[in-house]
T-cell receptor
C-alpha cells in the first residue's frame, strides 16, 4: 500500500449504530487530518493530530470521536449520527503541522446515515 | 472573513480551450494559496500553489495568476484535455493566529473538457 488509505470506502449506518472509519498513511508523516466533504460545500476541516496529539477540533459535535494511536493511523468513531452527517469523509496527512506542507488525501469513506 | 469564494460552480470547455477558475478572499493575512484537483472516487491532490510575493506561477499547462490588491487568484489550464475533467478547489491559509495552518477551501468547480 502506498499513500493514504481509508477503510471502508462505503458505509451505511442507522442513527443508533456505532461504527469507525480507519485511515492509514504510508508516507512517514507526522500530521493527520479528518475532513468532511458535502455536496456543493467547501471541504471542512474536522480534526488535526500532530505527533499523535490533537491540535485542532473545529467545533465538531461529540458524536464524532477521533483517535490517533500512532503517527500512521487515525480513526473516526461514529455514534448516534444524524442524516445530515451523510458525506464523504476524507483523511489527509502531511510531513507535520506546518501551513505550507502539502497535504496528501486518501480516497475517502462515503458515509450514508439512514 | 475566513471564506474563500470560488467561481464558477461548473465549467464546460472544448478540448484545447483555456478554462479559468477564479477565487476571491477577504483575509489579508492569507499567505499561501494552493489549488487541488479531485477526480471521481479519489481524494484531492495538490496541483499547484503560490505565495503572494509573486503574481504568476506556471507548472506545465497550469498557471496561477495572483492579484494581491484585488485579493483574487485564478487557475488557468492551457490546451485543456479531456483528462483534465475533474473538480478543482482553491484554498488559502496562513501561519498565524487561531487559524494556524488551516486550509480554507473554496466550494469547488466541476470542469468538463469535451473531446
Amino acid at each position: 500500500e502506498t499513500g493514504v488509505t481509508q477503510t471502508p470506502r462505503h458505509l451505511v449506518m442507522g442513527m443508533t449504530n456505532k461504527k469507525s472509519l480507519k485511515c492509514e498513511q504510508h508516507l512517514g508523516h507526522n500530521a493527520m487530518y479528518w475532513y468532511k466533504q458535502s455536496a456543493k460545500k467547501p471541504l471542512e476541516l474536522m480534526f488535526v493530530y500532530n505527533f499523535k496529539e490533537q491540535t485542532e477540533n473545529n467545533s465538531v459535535p461529540s458524536r464524532f470521536s477521533p483517535e490517533c494511536p500512532n503517527s500512521s493511523h487515525l480513526f473516526l468513531h461514529l455514534h448516534t449520527l444524524q442524516p445530515e452527517d451523510s458525506a464523504l469523509y476524507l483523511c489527509a496527512s502531511s510531513q507535520d503541522w506546518v501551513p505550507y506542507n502539502e497535504q496528501f488525501f486518501g480516497p475517502g469513506t462515503r458515509l450514508t446515515v439512514l | 472573513q475566513q471564506q474563500v469564494k470560488q467561481s464558477p460552480q461548473s465549467l464546460i470547455v472544448q478540448k484545447g480551450g483555456i478554462p479559468i477558475i477564479n477565487c476571491a478572499y477577504e483575509n489579508t493575512a492569507f499567505d499561501y494559496f494552493p489549488w487541488y484537483q479531485q477526480f471521481p472516487g479519489k481524494g484531492p491532490a495538490l496541483l499547484i500553489a503560490i505565495r503572494p510575493d509573486v503574481s504568476e506561477k506556471k507548472e506545465g499547462r497550469f498557471t496561477i495568476s495572483f492579484n494581491k490588491s484585488a485579493k483574487q487568484f485564478s487557475l488557468h489550464i492551457m490546451d485543456s484535455q479531456p483528462g483534465d475533467s475533474a473538480t478543482y478547489f482553491c484554498a488559502a491559509c496562513y501561519a498565524g493566529g487561531t487559524s494556524y495552518g488551516k486550509l480554507t477551501f473554496g466550494q469547488g468547480t466541476i470542469l468538463t473538457v469535451h473531446p
